[in-house]
T-cell receptor, first 113, second 115 residues
């Protein structure tokens, strides 16, 4: 069975600090997709990134970057120079063929000014 | 436009009431989803509609009844709910639900309280 583990329940940082959110996954499939979503206090899940299992290139989008390592089954997310608006719950998710998303427990990020 | 809208934003209902949650998307997506999210937990999939047909029902109790009138609309009919059904109900849509997975776009949710 597929599983996503986000070991960090809650992280608190001061504005402008860099922060990394960890995600470890388990799956028996060779083809799978990984996602990160942000859920601010308003409740709406915001899609951040999709990565398929064949693409191990790291990605950078502004202050966000993602490190995908198949060897360790990890898909970590780093926010550089964090801002108060980054405060949210962040979910890592795994999808196998068939569009069924399995979410990790989520990491609460608190950025203090 | 990556917007999924949901109405109402908040709903309080008694255990004998019948109510409906509504979801709409205008992105031309052919797959729509209902998720349930309890406080401090991740979303849990309830139903998937693909090309207006129910393709996945995650063993959801019959007091929840989904309906997809057309490719842009998704309803969730509620009847005889229990207090433990109180949660945030999230609707999502994606380009497709077959073949390669596409990212799902979520609405803001309906916060349901069952009294």
């Amino acid at each position: 069975a597929q599983k996503v583990t986000q070991a960090q329940t809650e992280i608190s940082v001061v504005e402008k600090e860099d922060v990394t959110l960890d995600c470890v996954y388990e799956t028996r499939d060779t083809t799978y997709y990984l996602f990160w979503y942000k859920q601010p206090p308003s409740g709406e899940l915001v899609f951040l990134i999709r990565r398929n299992s064949f693409d191990e290139q790291n990605e950078i989008s502004g202050r966000y970057s993602w490190n995908f390592q198949k060897s360790t089954s990890s898909f970590n997310f780093t926010i550089t120079a964090s801002q108060v608006v980054d405060s949210a719950v962040y979910f890592c998710a795994l999808m196998e063929y068939g569009n069924k998303l399995v979410f990790g427990a989520g990491t609460i990020l608190r950025v203090k000014s | 436009d990556t917007e999924v809208t949901q109405t109402p934003k908040h709903l309080v209902m008694g255990m004998t009431n019948k109510k409906s949650l509504k979801c709409e998307q205008h992105m031309g997506h052919r797959a729509m989803y209902w998720y349930k999210q309890k406080a401090k937990k991740p979303p849990e999939l309830m139903f998937v509609y693909s090309y207006e047909k129910l393709s996945i029902n995650e063993s959801v109790p019959s007091r929840f009844s989904p309906e997809c009138p057309n490719s842009s609309l998704l309803n969730l009919h509620l009847h005889a709910l229990q207090p433990e059904d109180s949660a945030l109900y999230l609707c999502a849509s994606s380009q497709d639900a077959t073949g390669d997975p596409y990212e799902q776009y979520f609405g803001p949710g309906t916060r349901l309280t069952v009294t």
